[in-house]
């Protein structure tokens, strides 16, 4: 080759790279599944000072399923949990029958890997949950106490915990789910209400406020998305605690949806009568389950319809001032609750079981980004 040849051919090779590199930005990096750049998160697309959340998968139904503890053991999902979200919920570990699995013996080894995850991944943590119905162990249930007794016990649990991590977690969810949706007190299956009586509820707010006086303290339930009879009744009680100076900071809906059902449509307006009590709100467990035959896929409506649900809850809380935090029940269908407790029910989350984004996670994704923008 002559010389004017051989500056041509390294010319036209530069070029080729020069026209090569921004194509390979696009590659996927072996790190990421296809698309999914670590600056491309849902985090990323958040106004500053508003949280997006996800429950921590392990304990409760994970312990029957064919695999083992996700948070523990599935690096992609440990990946993108921290890379998504900027405030985590365990979804079991800080349960009764999880931390305090026998009289007097707490557990905390999972909690506390979940609240190290999070300070190293920057995130915030929601605590759930203090005072239930469910998942409580059987020597509290079957423990015949005397009143006494269980009130020791009660504030004990809740000064222990809540103590072990003051100062590291934003929110308690105390009381969780105690409301019949008729709006009268779960008194038969609440063990606290119906032997203590319902000013233990106070109680509950106040132990845990003495033991973490920076975390912020609410009543989280299913079903009050709307304006009805249930989500009444906590309007009517709280103001009535907190004239009584019970530390109660916030009212959380759960948000668990299903698309057989119309969206919640005065979602934002239920949010907002709370806020102008002077109360913080969160959205704590979205997810949009669906109806799936075994072994079939959701159909493009189908996963349109799910999109637009979460789209709409999350620009409910978006617009009421003290709703700052928005958390979705897992963000995989690889280890979503739903199938599990609704026979033909699924696809729940914003990504599926291999973790590829659905419309749903864009439907998020986009919203946080125009909100961020405003
Ligand atoms: O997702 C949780 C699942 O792993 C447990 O088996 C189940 C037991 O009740 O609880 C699920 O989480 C619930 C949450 O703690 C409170 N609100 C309803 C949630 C879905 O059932």
């Not at 590199?21 to 106004?47: C, F, N, V, Y």
């Not at 119906?194 to 033991?211: K, Q, S, Y």
């Not at 299903?258 to 919640?264: A, I, Q, V």
Request: net charge negative; charged share 25%.
């Amino acid at each position: 080759m002559k010389v004017p040849q051989l500056l041509l051919a390294a010319v036209l090779a530069s070029a080729l790279l020069l026209q090569a590199a921004p194509a390979q930005a696009h590659q996927p990096d072996g790190k990421h599944p296809p698309g999914q750049s670590k600056q491309d998160t849902l985090r990323r697309a958040a106004p500053k000072d508003f949280k997006i959340g996800s429950a921590v998968a392990g304990g409760g139904h994970h312990e029957s399923q064919d695999y083992p503890d996700p948070f523990t053991f599935d690096k992609e999902y440990r990946k993108l949990l921290g890379a998504e979200f900027s405030s985590v919920s365990p979804e079991n570990q800080a349960k009764w029958e999880f931390i305090h699995p026998e009289p007097g013996v707490y557990r905390f080894a999972e909690m506390d890997a979940i609240v190290r995850f999070a300070q190293k991944n920057k995130q915030a943590v929601r605590g759930h949950t203090l005072f239930w119905h469910s998942q409580n162990p059987q020597w509290l249930e079957q423990g015949n106490f005397s009143d006494d007794e269980l009130r020791a016990i009660l504030k004990d649990h809740i000064q222990t915990v809540v103590g072990r991590y003051a100062g590291k977690i934003q929110q308690w969810d105390v009381a969780n789910e105690i409301f019949n949706d008729d709006g009268t007190l779960r008194t038969a299956d609440n063990i606290w209400i119906r032997e203590l009586g319902p000013d233990i509820i106070a109680d509950a707010f106040r132990w845990a406020h003495e033991a973490d006086p920076s975390a912020k303290l609410f009543f989280n339930d299913f079903g009050v998305e709307d304006i009805n009879a249930k989500s009444n009744a906590y309007l009517e009680l709280i103001p009535r605690l907190q004239a009584q100076g019970v530390p109660v900071d916030g009212f959380a809906v759960q948000g668990h949806l299903s698309t057989r059902y119309g969206f919640p449509s005065n979602l934002q307006a239920n949010l907002q009568r709370f806020d102008d009590l002077g109360l913080e709100t969160a959205v704590t467990e979205m997810d949009v389950r669906m109806d799936v035959a075994a072994g079939t896929e959701p159909t493009a409506a189908q996963l349109e319809k799910q999109a637009d649900y979460y789209q709409r809850a999350l620009e409910a809380c978006l617009a009421v001032d003290g709703c700052r935090s928005f958390t979705i029940w897992g963000f995989t269908d690889k280890y979503s609750w739903v199938p599990v407790f609704f026979a033909g029910e699924g696809e729940a989350t914003v990504m599926d079981e291999n973790f590829t984004r659905k419309p749903a996670y864009y439907a998020v994704r986009d919203t946080l980004r125009s909100a961020a923008r405003r």
